[in-house]
C-alpha cells in the first residue's frame, strides 16, 4: 500500500533562517506531487505541484520554493523565512495519469517562525 | 471561476442530530466532488466523493447530495456523534485533471 511521510512534524524557526521540509511517497511510481499551507484555521493554499522529476509548477508568488530530485521525494526550501511562512505545511499525493483520484495527504509539519 | 464556496464556516450539532454542509461552484468544467474530513494536527483524509453522473451517494452515515442544474452539492451526517468533531473540505476537480480546488472548510463540533 501507498503511504506518505512529512517530517519533521514541528518546527520552530527564527525569522531570516532557512527551510528545509521533506516529503517522501512509498508504494507508488511517478505520482502527483502537491504542497499545500493552511492558515490556523483556514482553509488549503496549493503552493506547488509536480508531476515528475524537476517538474514543478508554482500557483502563488512567496517566499518558497519546490524541488523534486528523486521521483517520490518533494522538498519545499526557503532561503530566508519571514513571520508570514508560520503555518501548516501539508504535503500530498495523487495518481499520476489518471483524473478524478482523490489526494492523499501526510500529516503534515507545523511551523512556527519567531 | 475556480473557487469553490462553502457554508457554514463553523457548525454545532447535538449528538445524535444530522449534520449539513454545503457547496456551490461555478465552472461546468468540475465533473468530481470529493469531500475530505480533518482532524487537528492531521492531514486532510478522504471521506467520501461524487461524480455529477449520480445525484446522491452514500457511505454509512455519510451521504452527498448533488444537484447538477444548480450546481451545488452537500454533504450530509446523520446520527452525528463526537468523533465527526473536525473540520470538513469539499472540493472540486475539473474534466482535464487540471485544476483541483478546496473550498475553505466548515468547523463542525458534535455535542455529547
Known amino acids: 500500500s501507498q503511504t506518505i511521510h512529512q517530517w519533521p512534524a514541528t518546527l520552530v524557526q527564527p525569522v531570516g533562517s532557512p527551510l528545509s521540509l521533506e516529503c517522501t511517497v512509498e508504494g507508488t511510481s511517478n505520482p502527483n506531487l502537491y504542497w499545500y499551507r493552511q492558515a490556523a484555521g483556514r482553509g488549503l493554499q496549493l503552493l506547488f505541484y509536480?508531476?515528475?522529476?524537476?517538474?514543478i509548477s508554482s500557483e502563488v508568488p512567496q517566499n518558497l520554493s519546490a524541488s523534486r530530485p528523486q521521483d517520490r521525494q518533494f522538498i519545499l526550501s526557503s532561503k530566508k523565512l519571514l513571520l508570514s511562512d508560520s503555518g501548516f505545511y501539508l504535503c500530498?499525493?495523487?495518481?499520476?495519469?489518471?483524473?478524478?483520484?482523490?489526494?492523499?495527504f501526510g500529516d503534515g509539519t507545523r511551523l512556527s517562525i519567531l | 471561476q475556480q473557487q469553490v464556496k462553502q457554508s457554514p464556516q463553523s457548525l454545532i450539532v447535538q449528538k445524535g442530530g444530522i449534520s449539513i454542509i454545503n457547496c456551490a461552484y461555478e465552472?461546468?468544467?468540475?465533473?468530481?466532488f470529493p469531500w475530505y474530513q480533518q482532524f487537528p494536527g492531521k492531514g486532510p483524509a478522504l471521506l467520501i466523493a461524487?461524480?455529477?453522473?449520480?445525484s446522491e451517494k452514500k457511505e454509512g452515515r455519510f451521504t452527498i447530495s448533488f444537484n447538477k442544474s444548480a450546481k451545488q452539492f452537500s454533504l450530509h451526517i446523520m446520527d452525528s456523534q463526537p468523533g465527526d468533531s473536525a473540520t470538513y473540505f469539499c472540493a472540486a476537480e475539473d474534466n482535464y485533471g487540471q485544476n483541483f480546488v478546496f473550498g475553505p472548510g466548515t468547523r463542525l463540533s458534535v455535542l455529547p
Open positions: 500530498a499525493w495523487s495518481p499520476p495519469g489518471f483524473r478524478n483520484q482523490p489526494q492523499h
Open positions: 461524487i461524480r455529477p453522473d449520480v
Open positions: 509536480s508531476v515528475g522529476i524537476g517538474q
Open positions: 465552472n461546468t468544467a468540475f465533473d468530481y
